[in-house]
């Protein structure tokens, strides 16, 4: 139990254009997702927590026009970066955090993203 | 002041080993604490969820937790090259509903046969 799935695992996008990562819960419902970036060999940097129907908060310093987030039930959220650039290229994970007792969080197994 | 200390390592240990890993923390309102194993270019996988201080036990993982000394440990008995990975620890508070995670920065663990 607790996988969360995302797509593409890896994508590459020209500059300028748009891209969308899909984050699931497959196997249970998920009141918040977190979406995270992670530059190599450094820990997770939090971009945004998203909950069901509502508005992501996003963390100091992400811009919230160019990562677009939608958390549209409790098993679906999605990252669009728009315009996209190649300081934009990372690793992107989501995690979603299980609505039972505990709440525990589990994570995708990532995306990368690579804007040339 | 980094919230979370964690040593990122290299931490090598031959096959068989224990790998002893911990965390320090400054936050005395942490009150959960987790431990992760990433492989390159993977999602975290969680290893260990533990309330408050205490031990707990999984398989070959322990982890501790000692809330007065603000300070959480990680061993891996029997240790495998398979665990060679890195191994992150995060914690969060009560008072947090949205359950952000505070994250260290990470272990490289390598595993030599």
């Known amino acids: 139990g607790a996988v969360v799935s995302q797509h593409p695992s890896w994508v590459i996008c020209k500059s300028g254009t748009s891209v969308k990562i899909e984050c699931r819960s497959l196997d249970f419902q998920a009141t918040t997702m977190f979406w995270y970036r992670q530059f190599p060999k450094q820990s997770l940097m939090l971009m945004a927590t998203s909950n069901e129907g509502s508005k992501a908060t996003y963390e100091q310093g992400v811009e919230k026009d160019k990562f677009l987030i939608n958390h549209a039930s409790l098993t679906l959220s999605t990252l669009t970066v728009t315009s996209a650039h190649p300081e934009d290229s990372s690793f992107y994970i989501c995690?979603?955090?299980?609505?039972?007792?505990?709440?525990?969080?589990?994570f995708g197994p990532g995306t990368r993203l690579t804007v040339t | 002041q980094k919230e979370v200390e964690q040593d990122p390592g290299p931490l090598s240990v031959p096959e068989g080993a224990i790998v002893s890993l911990n965390c320090t923390y400054s936050?005395?309102?942490?009150?959960?604490f987790m431990w992760y194993r990433q492989y390159s270019r993977k999602g975290p996988e969680l290893l260990m969820y533990t309330y408050s201080s205490g031990n707990k036990e999984d398989g070959r993982f322990t982890a501790q937790v000692d809330k007065s000394s603000k300070y959480i440990s990680l061993f891996i008995r029997d240790s495998q090259p398979s665990d060679s990975a890195t191994y992150l620890c995060a914690m969060r508070m009560t008072t947090d509903s949205w359950g952000k995670l505070q994250f260290g920065a990470g272990t490289q663990v390598v595993v030599t046969p």
């Open positions: 936050n005395s309102a942490f009150q959960y």
């Open positions: 995690s979603a955090r299980d609505r039972g007792l505990g709440g525990e969080q589990y």
